[in-house]
T-cell receptor
C-alpha cells in the first residue's frame, strides 16, 4: 500500500513570496490533515478535511494560508505572503475516517523563509 | 492550558535501560490516546494506541493511561539505539492533538 505522498520535500523562499505544497493521501482515505511542525515542537493541526469539506480550520491563519481538497483526493496548502515565522515542516496525514482510526503521515515539506 | 502536555527533554539513557515517557492531559472526557514515534526528517508513525484506562503491551513497548491523574505513559524495555527518536503523545477523537514531543537518545 502506497503511503502519503508530499512534494516538494524542501523549499526555500524569501519573505513575502508565495508557496504551495501538495499532498496525495492513501487511496480511499476520507480524512486529510495538514499539520505545521516548528522545530522542537509537536505537530499543530492547521486544517482537517472530510472528503472535500472542511471539518476544522480553527488554527489556520486565514489571512495568509489557504487549503483545498478538490474532488476529495489530493490537497494543496498555500501560503501567501510568507513570513519568517512560517519556517517549519508541513506534514500531511490521512486516515480512513475521522475518529478512532490511525492517521498515516507523509515525510513532510521543510519550508525555510529567509 | 494546552490539551496535552509533554516534557520536551532531551532524555538520554544507556542502552538496555527501561525508558519512561510521560504526558498529562487536561480534559477528563478524552478517552483515546496515541503514541507516535518520529525519526529525524521523517513524518510521525503510530507506535501504540490505548483506549480509556489501563495498560497495553506490544513487544518491548507498554502504553499506560491513568484516568484518575490524567496521565499517559509509554515504557520501553531493553532500549536500543534504534529507539532514539522523538516520541509524541496525542489525544484522538475527531481530530488528533499532539504534545510537544520528547527527544530520546539511547546511548550505546
Amino acid at each position: 500500500e502506497a503511503g502519503v505522498a508530499q512534494s516538494p520535500r524542501y523549499k526555500i523562499i524569501e519573505k513575502r513570496q508565495s508557496v504551495a505544497f501538495w499532498c496525495n493521501p492513501i487511496s480511499g482515505h476520507a480524512t486529510l490533515y495538514w499539520y505545521q511542525q516548528i522545530l522542537g515542537q509537536g505537530p499543530k493541526l492547521l486544517i482537517q478535511f472530510q472528503n472535500n469539506g472542511v471539518v476544522d480550520d480553527s488554527q489556520l491563519p486565514k489571512d495568509r494560508f489557504s487549503a483545498e481538497r478538490l474532488k476529495g483526493v489530493d490537497s494543496t496548502l498555500k501560503i501567501q505572503p510568507a513570513k519568517l515565522e512560517d519556517s517549519a515542516v508541513y506534514l500531511c496525514a490521512s486516515s480512513l475516517e475521522a475518529g478512532e482510526t490511525e492517521a498515516f503521515f507523509g515525510q513532510g515539506t521543510r519550508l525555510t523563509v529567509v | 492550558q494546552k490539551e496535552v502536555e509533554q516534557d520536551p527533554g532531551p532524555l538520554s539513557v544507556p542502552e538496555g535501560a527501561i525508558v519512561s515517557l510521560n504526558c498529562t492531559y487536561s480534559n477528563s472526557a478524552f478517552q483515546y490516546f496515541m503514541w507516535y514515534r518520529q525519526y529525524s526528517r521523517k513524518g510521525p508513525e503510530l507506535l501504540m494506541y490505548t483506549y480509556s484506562s489501563g495498560n497495553k503491551e506490544d513487544g518491548r513497548f507498554t502504553a499506560q493511561v491513568d484516568k484518575s491523574s490524567k496521565y499517559i505513559s509509554l515504557f520501553i524495555r531493553d532500549s536500543q539505539p534504534s529507539d532514539s527518536a522523538t516520541y509524541l503523545c496525542a489525544r484522538r477523537d475527531d481530530k488528533i492533538i499532539f504534545g510537544k514531543g520528547t527527544r530520546l537518545h539511547i546511548l550505546p
